[in-house]
């Protein structure tokens, strides 16, 4: 399992990857922060560019802030680096 520490930029003109920005990886959403819409459209996004099921991807920390700590079944921290070209 893969641990992922994101910095989310909501409410933006698209979704996407901005880089890294230490050990945390920028993403802009266009979704807005309210009613759990944030942290849906990041695990959607993360699955659509990792290659994982939805189901794989989960918040641990951060559900209500815009550093979040997600956990991704089934690829590790390595693999994370390699497929994420931000």
Known sequence: MGRLLIHVQPRAKRDEIVGWCGERLKV??????VDNAANEALIRFLAAELGV???DIEIRQGLTSRDKT????GVNAALLRD????
């Not at 802009?28 to 922060?33: E, Q, Y």
Request: proline letters at 12%; a positive charge; glycine letters at 6%.
């Open 28 to 33: 802009r959403l266009t979704a807005p922060p």
């Open 53 to 55: 099921s939805r189901a």
């Open 70 to 73: 997600a956990e991704i079944e």
């Open 83 to 86: 497929r994420i070209r931000g």
